[in-house]
């Protein structure tokens, strides 16, 4: 399943390019996969938190909450089928990656991008419109293999038709629009909860076609990029798509880049086999060993299930709502301060930070819901009630500009040039996969683990944070040509695995054969 072509070397030189109009309309129509994605993410925890809808679709879990008697604090949401809901999404989502690398691949960047907003408009119809659980599923998958589609596709458009020198922001722009997505959800929740009748669910979930139709319109608006019109053989469509979005004729130098790029990505028959080989561990190891930590920092348990944990906690049904609005107003802003901040202090640092500030407050929330929420008892009060708030926003703000948008960055940096695509399929279905895995089991584990859940994520908290200080290198500016010599052979530990670094990928290589040449290809 290879992730959807190639990606261009950077050679360490600055090809000329402006910053025109149609690169930043097109990246942020583009972004919107990432506003369709936040938006599924939060809306699920909102309306799962509606009497209504828990009445209609899931009265057992409805009868457990309105029941002071039959429940506990922690297990009036433990429904494996309401946690099915939210992650069926996910699922679909890892299934869908398999078959969006191969047309991100053979049919381009835009039209994957409309496939997925297609996806997407025909899942929220379902759901909108949803009058059995099985309904409600099917609308889910459907909005899964939309989510599969958009993040196959969607951040290597930005990476391809981004100028270098703003590539990293342009990069982080989809992880924006993604705490935006949820943000949205969460006022739409908020306001929905509201309407007499109950049916505010439907509104909630019927809303999501808006960032679905920017998404399809977007993708009938954009061009496709230079990079895969070039891997398909279109080279003098490249070139004029090149020439546009750069906004200058002096385009050669980096259109015969991207044309020796394409060459030296279709060389490499077998990047799956590639990328298991010893030269290519360092980078395997940390793409998997970051999705799974940023999984298990708990963040995704908290923005699906925040309206849900807030009435966990005892707070009211619209006071859960407005308190996790607040929590998504702080993801947004602090996703921006990563934007400003992430080639400036670098990586390392951002996530080291990032681990004691979500460290202190996972465990002082552990300890207050500890003394405080009981099974049949909630004391918790309006200070406590604040404090726990202000905690959760602490440890949101701290994920949004590290763990948020680096676990998918220093991955895209890092991979060489003939396993980036192998690379990046594989970053997609692990971060899928535990996606899937904690939105399936954390209502169970709440109800099971109780406070101790943030004793939990803050001991992963704990072990990631090492992973970061003792084997995660720097990267900052540092071109991905030179990753090798810079970073990998000069690191302590990775350097082990680059004894055979130099001549391996020709073992590989398979495009020169009796003599053809592969650019012939072209």
């Known amino acids: 399943m290879p992730g959807g072509g190639f990606v261009a070397p950077n050679s360490g030189v600055e090809f000329e390019a402006k910053i025109t109009p149609i690169v930043i309309v097109s990246c942020i129509m583009a972004a919107t996969g990432g506003l369709m994605f936040g938006y599924d993410v939060g809306v699920s925890g909102g309306v799962t938190s509606m009497q209504p809808f828990l009445k209609k679709f899931f009265p057992v879990v409805y009868r457990r909450t309105n029941d002071p008697n039959i429940n506990s604090n922690y297990c009036k949401y433990d429904n494996q089928g309401l946690q099915l809901f939210t992650s069926s999404l996910y699922l679909a989502g890892l299934t869908a990656t398999f078959f969006a690398s191969y047309t991100t691949r053979r049919l381009g960047r835009r039209l994957t991008m409309l496939m997925a907003g297609v996806f997407f408009i025909v899942g929220v119809v379902f759901n909108a419109a949803a009058q059995d659980l099985a ?3 099917i609308g889910r998958i459907l909005l899964g293999c939309g989510v599969g589609f958009a993040n196959q596709a969607v951040p290597l458009f930005l990476s391809e038709i981004a100028p270098t020198r703003i ?5 982080i722009l989809f992880q924006l629009n993604v705490t935006i997505g949820i943000l949205f959800a969460e006022l739409v929740n908020y306001g929905t909860n509201k309407i007499k009748g109950g049916w505010g669910w439907r509104l909630s979930l019927g809303l999501a076609g808006i960032p679905a139709l920017l998404l399809f319109s977007g993708a009938l608006l954009v061009v496709d990029t230079p990079n ?3 891997e398909r053989g279109h080279l003098d469509e490249g070139k004029a798509v090149l020439r546009k979005i750069r906004g200058t004729d002096n385009i050669e130098p980096e259109f015969l880049e991207l044309v020796e790029a394409s060459r030296i990505a279709k060389e490499v028959k077998h990047p799956f086999r590639n990328l298991l080989q010893r030269r290519n561990r360092p980078q ?3 793409a998997i060993a970051l999705q799974i930590f940023q999984q298990f920092t708990g963040i995704n348990a908290i923005m699906f299930y ?12 619209n006071a859960s709502l407005y308190s996790a609005v607040i929590t998504g ?9 990563s ?13 080291l930070e990032a681990g004691i500030q979500m460290f202190f407050s996972q465990v002082v929330i552990a300890i207050i819901l500890g003394i405080k929420v009981k099974d049949h008892s909630n004391s918790l009060g309006h200070g406590y009630g604040v404090l726990v708030v202000i905690m959760i926003c602490t440890y949101v703000s701290s994920f949004a500009w590290s763990w948020g948008p680096l676990g998918w960055l220093i991955p895209s940096e890092t991979f060489p040039l003939e396993t980036r695509s192998a690379g990046q399929s594989v970053t997609v279905c692990v971060n899928l996969l535990f996606t899937f895995v904690i939105a399936q089991a954390f209502l169970s584990m709440l109800c099971h683990m109780k406070f101790g859940i943030f004793f939990f994520f803050s001991s992963w908290v704990v072990i990631m944070s090492f992973f970061v200080l003792f084997l995660l290198p720097e990267t900052k500016n540092v071109p991905i040509e030179e990753m090798t010599d810079r970073v990998w052979r000069q690191h302590w530990f990775w350097k082990r695995y680059m004894d055979d670094a130099d001549g391996g990928v020709e073992m590989e290589k398979n495009g020169q054969i009796n003599g053809s040449d592969a650019t012939s290809k072209l």
Request: without cysteine.
């Open 135 to 137: 309904m409600l599923i």
């Open 167 to 171: 590539r990293g922001g342009l990069n």
């Open 228 to 230: 895969s019109l070039i």
């Open 284 to 286: 395997l190891v940390i």
């Open 306 to 317: 925040a309206p849900v944990l807030f009435n966990t906690l005892g707070f009211g049904g």
């Open 329 to 337: 107003a702080i993801n947004v802003l602090s996703t921006i301060v």
């Open 339 to 351: 934007i400003y901040s992430v080639d400036k202090v670098g990586r390392r640092m951002l996530l």
